[in-house]
């Protein structure tokens, strides 16, 4: 009988109820059992005051599923922080070798227009939040460059035309 052929029954610290929502609050952080067997845990929480903003590690345990979409995610950590999706932005997920696991970021601004002022544009546009100027860039340069050359109420009505 070597170590090997023992087992330990622990108690899990986690509940194995896949049906239902589960909230546990402690030290590490919260977390969140979805329905279809998806856990999201929050770890390294830090309070941004200047940002005004909630930022955390979001990893993600999905045994049996490729991976969670980052709108489930949003809606989880809506539910888990009083909050709702809409000033909620998680990026930068990887999957860990083997699958199963998954870790990124999350932000959560305390107003929409705190997100509007702090978040990167790139990142407002994939919520839907900002729309990218039309036209290509040599465009934008050489409409730049024509207003060089005018003064005054010319140059005004110049910036006017789109």
Same mark, same amino acid.
């Given at each position: 009988?070597?170590? +090997?052929? %023992? @087992?330990?029954?622990?108690? @899990?610290? #986690?509940?194995?109820?896949?049906?239902?929502?589960? *909230? @546990?609050?402690?030290? =590490?952080?919260? @977390?969140? $059992? %979805?329905? !279809? /067997?998806? /856990? &999201?845990? /929050?770890?390294? *929480?830090?309070?941004?005051?200047?940002?005004?903003?909630?930022? %955390?590690?979001? !990893?993600? &345990?999905?045994?049996?599923?490729?991976?969670?979409?980052?709108?489930? &995610? =949003?809606?989880?950590?809506?539910?888990?922080?009083? /909050? $709702?999706? !809409?000033?909620? *932005? $998680?990026?930068?997920?990887? $999957?860990? *070798?083997?699958?199963?696991?998954?870790?990124?970021?999350?932000?959560? #601004?305390?107003?929409?227009?705190?997100?509007?002022? #702090?978040?990167?544009?790139?990142?407002?546009?994939?919520?839907?939040?900002?729309?990218?100027?039309?036209?290509?860039?040599?465009?934008?340069?050489?409409?730049?460059?024509?207003?060089?050359?005018?003064?005054?109420?010319?140059? +005004?009505?110049?910036?006017?035309?789109?």
């Amino acid at each position: 009988v070597g170590p +090997a052929s %023992m @087992t330990i029954d622990r108690p @899990t610290k #986690y509940s194995e109820q896949p049906a239902q929502l589960l *909230f @546990t609050s402690s030290h =590490r952080g919260f @977390t969140a $059992t %979805m329905a !279809d /067997t998806a /856990t &999201i845990r /929050t770890r390294k *929480f830090l309070k941004n005051p200047l940002l005004k903003r909630k930022q %955390m590690v979001v !990893d993600v &345990i999905h045994p049996g599923k490729a991976n969670v979409s980052k709108a489930d &995610i =949003r809606e989880k950590l809506a539910a888990l922080y009083n /909050t $709702t999706a !809409d000033v909620i *932005f $998680t990026f930068g997920y990887s $999957t860990a *070798f083997g699958g199963g696991r998954s870790t990124g970021f999350a932000c959560i #601004y305390d107003t929409l227009d705190a997100a509007k002022e #702090y978040e990167p544009k790139y990142r407002l546009q994939r919520a839907g939040l900002y729309e990218k100027p039309s036209g290509s860039r040599k465009q934008r340069k050489e409409k730049k460059n024509r207003l060089k050359k005018l003064r005054g109420k010319a140059k +005004a009505a110049g910036q006017k035309k789109a």
